[in-house]
C-alpha cells in the first residue's frame, strides 16, 4: 500500500512539473540583445574630501556614492596586501599623522603588482574606482 502511495505521489509531481514547463515561453526562438551603454556618474573628489564625508555621517555618504565611479586624489600614506592578499593603496590628505583614509583595492594579477612596485608613499595619484563600502577607511575597487 505504501509502494502504491508513494508512486501516485510521484506521477502527480511529475505532472505538476510538465504543466508548468508548457505554460512557460519557448526558448526555441533565437532573439537579438541589445545592450545601451549607459554613462555611469563620476564624482571627482579628494581621498581627504571622501574619508571626512563617511566619518561625519556613514549614512548619507553611503547614499551619496554607493554604486558610484569615483576619480580620488590623494597622497601614498601605505601600499601592501589586504588579508585576502589582493593589493592595495591608502590614500589620505597627506598629513603626516593620518591612519586613516581611502584604501583602494586592486585586482590580482602582475599589472597592478608592477604598477604598485613603481609607487611610494608620499606620491601624489589620482586613480579611478567604485566605492564598495567602509569600515575603518573607505573602501573603493579600482577600476
Known amino acids: 500500500m505504501r509502494v502504491i502511495l508513494v508512486l ?28 545601451i551603454p549607459t554613462q555611469q ?20 555618504a553611503e547614499r551619496k556614492y554607493n554604486g558610484k565611479l569615483l576619480k580620488i586624489t ?4 601605505d601600499i601592501g596586501e589586504d588579508i585576502l592578499g589582493k593589493p592595495y593603496l591608502l590614500l589620505t590628505g597627506g598629513g603626516e599623522y593620518e591612519l586613516c583614509g581611502v584604501q583602494c583595492i586592486f585586482p590580482y594579477g602582475e599589472n ?10 608620499g606620491d601624489l595619484v589620482k586613480l579611478t ?4 563600502g567602509y569600515l575603518v577607511n573607505v573602501i573603493v575597487d579600482v577600476k
Do not use: Q
Not at 574606482?129 to 564598495?132: D, T
Open 112 to 121: 597592478s603588482l608592477d604598477l604598485l612596485a613603481e609607487l611610494k608613499k
Open 41 to 60: 556618474e563620476t564624482i571627482e573628489i579628494t581621498a581627504e574630501e571622501l574619508y571626512k564625508a563617511f566619518d561625519e555621517n556613514e549614512i548619507a
Open 74 to 77: 590623494g597622497y601614498i600614506s
Open 129 to 132: 574606482g567604485e566605492y564598495s
Open 8 to 35: 501516485l505521489l510521484s506521477i502527480l509531481l511529475l505532472l505538476a512539473a510538465c504543466e508548468e514547463s508548457l505554460n512557460e515561453p519557448s526558448m526555441s526562438h533565437s532573439t537579438e540583445e541589445v545592450i
